[in-house]
């Protein structure tokens, strides 16, 4: 998106996260880093994971106990503190599938300024509803989260409202909070998953793991059916694709510049799910971790099983970003079959 593209990663430092942090806490609680004996077993069993097996435990990172129920509320906190006057002014007009949206939701009633929100008619009613209860005006537009932000932008032209990029890296630096928190639970991790749809996770992932965990891999997990994140840091450009995925955190169709800049040198590695594999993974955590986990929610842990051993180069606990909650009632029943 072209507001990205201006911005360069240099802008996303570790003392810019060190300081977000330091807002983000007086906001939002410490998530939890649990282990689950349960689904370490599930992980053994033969079947799970078709590679090599674990070679430490696996901790999940609960960041779906947050507010709005993703970890995408800590961007939204980070925005508030940190809008210019103009945005004060005008409001923001953003677009979304559901949990930027909602963040930006929660960040806007924080600061107490007007926030307006294009979503896709696919995005779940449950998150629609969400935002609105936030307070936040609700525009449905487009099929696509491309669609949508291309109407959000002309959104925010003829209303003066400033358009908020999902990789805005205002938002970036409070997603990366998350790892600051969790090299912090655990310095030894081997490894960490973290789901990708617009590359803000695994970015900040990728920042705070440069200054304070180098020998940790991070690991990106990508729908198969919303490869546009994947194709790209393949490529090393940024090349678009059809999203037909059912986890609506995931279903982005492009690469975006700012957080594929950050992920092209220092992602470890990133692997493609299918949708099936995302419901096993919530499967999974719902009988073996007590979590309720959206698809995309679930990604990460798809992502382990179809890794197994080879997330890591060396032994030590694997930490899995359970980013988000918000299951529609489509994820919910799927959850028994
Ligand atoms: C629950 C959840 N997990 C993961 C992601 C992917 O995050 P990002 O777009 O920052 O890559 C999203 C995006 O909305 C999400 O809602």
Redesign the pocket.
Known sequence: MPAAAAVSSASLTFADVVAAAEVVAAELPVTPLQAHPLLDLALAEPGVGDRAPLAGPVLLKHE?VLPTG???VRGGVHLAARLRPAERRHGLVTC?????AQSVAYGARLAGVRATIVMPSTAPAVKRDAVAALGAEVVVAGASLGEAGAHARRLAAESGGAFVC?TDPRIVLG?ATAYLELFGQEPGLAAVLV????????AGACVVRDALAPGCRVVGVQSAAAPA?WRSWRAGRIEQAAAATRAS??A?TTGYPL?QEVLRGRLDDFVLVDDDAIDAAARLLATRAHTLA?G??A?ALAGLVALGGAVAERPGPVAVMC??A?ASADEIARLAA
Do not use: M, Q, Y
């Open positions: 779906h993703s970890f995408k979304s599938t559901g949990n930027h999902p997603h789901p990708v749809g617009s590359g803000t996770g695994a994140g955190g995931l982005t957080t959206e995309a929610g990604a980013t988000g918000n």
